[in-house]
């Protein structure tokens, strides 16, 4: 016999758990499945334990570094097993809390398994039919695997297996230099392994703006890693302590050796394996599922949150989903996807901030375009940290004063671009932060400053 809900939420991610409380709450019997571990990506193998490990890197760094600051210190050893245990530690403490909380909720029974539709509004988790009119899907991504010779033979990681890594790689091949790729690459670099990055495109970062991906090559030279740009994997060679990256760049191919590979190469929708055919769910030609301005999708009592609709690709995106759906489907308010401000960070150090659009967006959609940009070592706070590389930058539209854009690269860069951002969401004059008092000595402090000081674009002077 089916089970009828009156509402199922799929995935426990970032925004499946905090809605499932909310239709609890308001009185419908809800089910709420998840296939492996509660919190998903983020809690799990996501932010969470890369940024716990980002903070090992970071004091190893700072370590070395001691001297400078007239600290002593013996030889700096780092112990990954150790880093492995608080890193898991971290996560695994988050975890628990999203475990106990939503057993704790009121109306929402939480149901273990693969969640595949059988009918748009049927579905099925081993053996149990469940029914209900309202489906809300929250079902994130994974790692691409990629199908180039030698992927099936030669041992690789993605995210979720170099979080795992009880011993240092001697030598650490990454393919890509993005999010993923960078914030490794750095930090198996700062525990002590050689580090090389295989990028296909020109620069890192390609849709930043040049000075930031110049900038942020530079600060991961400075640290010795190897970088190969314009370099395209297109073979995988060698066996476990041995691998080979086989790449096609402007010269003849050419082969990179490690002992270790990490293939960071994009991320795929959870898609494939949801029955969606068997709804009449439409998805794109990446398998993202389509949805509107408020998450829902072309069949009327299905909406897609997070990951899976691909409208972000973040916490704070997936978390948003489910606001502007709850909003909408409780509240009676509309909140759409196109209100969000584009805001995320990139956990290298010093981290890059950014919101917005960057200056070359700004340009091509024919904005009268400003910039006002200020080094880091011309910003107190980071010079009496020791920590001066990167600079601040921000966009404006001369026409209107309004904020279009900025990027903060550098000590609490992912910090101080709030006051950027929450200018956006106010729709107020770029003036109102130029006449702002900030706190002395803050890394935000400058930003007034760097507002005072705007010059046409380049493409513009
Ligand atoms: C290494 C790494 C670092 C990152 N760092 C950051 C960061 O610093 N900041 C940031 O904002 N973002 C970061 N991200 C991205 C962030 O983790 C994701 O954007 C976010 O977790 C997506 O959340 P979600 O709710 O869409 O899905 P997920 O968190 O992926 O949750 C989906 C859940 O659905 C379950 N599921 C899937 N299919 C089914 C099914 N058929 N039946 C039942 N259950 C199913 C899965 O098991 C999973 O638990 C990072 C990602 C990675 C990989
Ligand atoms: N700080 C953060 O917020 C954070 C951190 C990590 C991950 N994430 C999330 O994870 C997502 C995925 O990150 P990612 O870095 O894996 O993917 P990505 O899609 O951002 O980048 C993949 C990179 O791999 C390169 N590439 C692809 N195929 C290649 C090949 N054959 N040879 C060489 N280079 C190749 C691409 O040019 C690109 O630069 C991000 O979109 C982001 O949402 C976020």
């Known amino acids: 016999m089916n089970t009828r809900f009156d509402a199922i939420v799929v995935g426990a991610g970032q925004a499946g758990p905090s809605l499932a409380q909310r239709l609890g709450a308001a009185g419908r019997k809800v089910a709420l499945i998840e296939r492996k571990l509660m919190g998903g990506t983020c809690v799990n193998t996501g932010c969470i334990p890369t940024k716990a490990m980002v903070a090992s890197a970071y004091v190893a760094h700072t370590g070395r570094r001691a001297a400078e600051y007239g600290v002593g210190t013996g030889d700096i050893t780092v112990a990954m097993e150790r880093v492995w245990e608080r890193t898991r530690g971290i996560s695994d403490r988050s975890r628990s809390n999203v475990e106990n909380w939503v057993a704790g909720m009121a109306n929402v029974t939480l149901i273990r398994g693969h969640a595949r539709f059988e009918s748009p509004r049927t579905l099925c988790v081993g053996d149990q039919l469940l029914e209900a009119d309202q489906f809300f899907l929250n079902v994130g991504g994974r790692a691409v695997e990629p199908d180039f010779p030698g992927v099936k033979t030669v041992p690789y990681l993605t995210n979720v297996g170099v979080m795992d890594l009880k011993?240092?790689?001697?030598?650490?091949?990454?393919?890509?230099?993005s999010y993923i790729g960078l914030e490794f690459?750095?930090?198996?670099?700062?525990?002590?392994?050689?580090v090389t990055i295989v990028e296909r495109s020109e620069r890192l970062l390609p849709r930043e703006d040049p000075e930031v991906s110049a900038a942020v090559m530079d600060i991961l030279q400075r640290e010795g890693i190897e970088l190969h740009l314009g370099a395209e994997c297109i073979e995988l060679q060698g066996s476990a302590g041995a691998i080979c990256v086989i790449a096609e760049c402007a010269e003849p191919r050419m082969a990179v050796h490690g002992t270790d590979l990490l293939l960071a190469v994009g991320r795929r929708p959870n898609t494939d394996d949801l029955g969606l055919d068997?709804?009449?769910?439409?998805?794109?030609?990446?398998?993202?599922?389509?949805?509107?301005?408020?998450?829902?999708?072309?069949?009327?009592?299905?909406?897609?949150?997070?990951?899976?609709?691909?409208?972000?690709?973040f916490t704070h995106t997936?978390?948003?989903d489910y606001e502007i759906v709850a909003a909408n489907?409780?509240?009676?308010?509309?909140?759409?996807?196109?209100?969000?401000?584009?805001?995320?960070?990139?956990?290298?150090?010093?981290?890059?901030?950014r919101i917005g659009l960057t200056e070359t967006e700004?340009?091509?959609?024919?904005?009268?375009?400003?910039?006002?940009?200020?080094?880091?070592?011309?910003?107190?706070?980071?010079?009496?940290r020791g920590e001066t590389l990167g600079f601040m930058k921000v966009i404006?539209?001369?026409?209107?004063?309004?904020?279009?854009?900025?990027?903060?690269?550098?000590?609490?860069g992912d910090e101080a671009i709030h006051c950027l951002l929450d200018t956006m969401y106010a729709d107020?004059?770029?003036?109102?932060?130029?006449?702002?008092v900030h706190i002395h000595p803050t890394v935000a402090e400058l930003l007034p400053t760097t507002l005072q000081d705007l010059h046409p674009a380049k493409a513009q002077r």
């Open 396 to 412: 404006v539209d001369a026409q209107s004063e309004r904020l279009l854009g900025a990027a903060i690269l550098g000590a609490s």
């Open 318 to 320: 997936s978390y948003n």
């Open 428 to 436: 107020a004059p770029y003036r109102t932060v130029t006449h702002a």
């Open 185 to 194: 690459g750095q930090m198996f670099r700062r525990f002590g392994s050689n």
């Open 329 to 353: 489907v409780l509240d009676n308010e509309l909140r759409r996807i196109t209100d969000r401000i584009p805001a995320y960070a990139l956990y290298i150090d010093p981290p890059l901030g």
């Open 278 to 313: 068997r709804a009449g769910v439409e998805r794109d030609d990446h398998g993202y599922i389509v949805v509107d301005d408020q998450c829902r999708t072309n069949v009327d009592g299905i909406w897609a949150m997070g990951d899976c609709n691909g409208r972000g690709a």
């Open 167 to 177: 011993e240092l790689p001697r030598h650490l091949v990454i393919v890509g230099g």
């Open 362 to 384: 700004a340009l091509q959609r024919g904005y009268d375009v400003q910039v006002g940009v200020r080094p880091m070592t011309r910003v107190g706070r980071a010079v009496e």
